[in-house]
Nanobody
């Protein structure tokens, strides 16, 4: 079982930047695919970015393409989400996910495709 702990959230003005971290234990070496999701009050959890941890291949939601970057530091058990040019609509609780359940119907953007979740970190963007 993998434990995930997110950090780096906070309050920022529109146009600002934040970098979120997701520390995994004991290791993410056996994780093929990880992702960042977010959930705003009253809304469903939505995918933000995904990464294949071995190849570095990435996916992004259309709403964050060009503004957010997901990465994994080499030989590290930390996943990052660098967020730039933040908008008020980016306000949400951000979650890290791992334990991708390969199989029919499993897609990087589907929350049900992941077994493990962190507790979330709040990002608030003000105008």
């Amino acid at each position: 079982q993998v434990q995930l702990v997110e950090s780096g959230g906070g309050s920022v003005q529109a146009g600002g930047s934040l970098t979120l971290s997701c520390a995994a234990s004991p290791s993410i070496d056996n994780e093929d695919s990880m992702a960042w999701f977010r959930q705003a009050p009253g809304k469903e959890r939505e995918a933000v970015a995904g990464i294949y941890t071995n190849t570095g291949g990435t996916h992004y939601a259309d709403s964050v393409t060009g503004r957010f970057t997901v990465s994994r530091e080499k030989d590290s058990n930390v996943l990052y989400l660098k967020m730039t040019n933040l908008r008020t609509e980016d306000t949400a609780t951000y979650y890290c996910a791992s334990g991708f359940k390969w199989g029919r119907g499993a897609f990087w953007y589907r929350p049900a495709s992941y077994s493990y979740w962190g507790q979330g970190t709040q990002v608030t963007v003000s105008s």
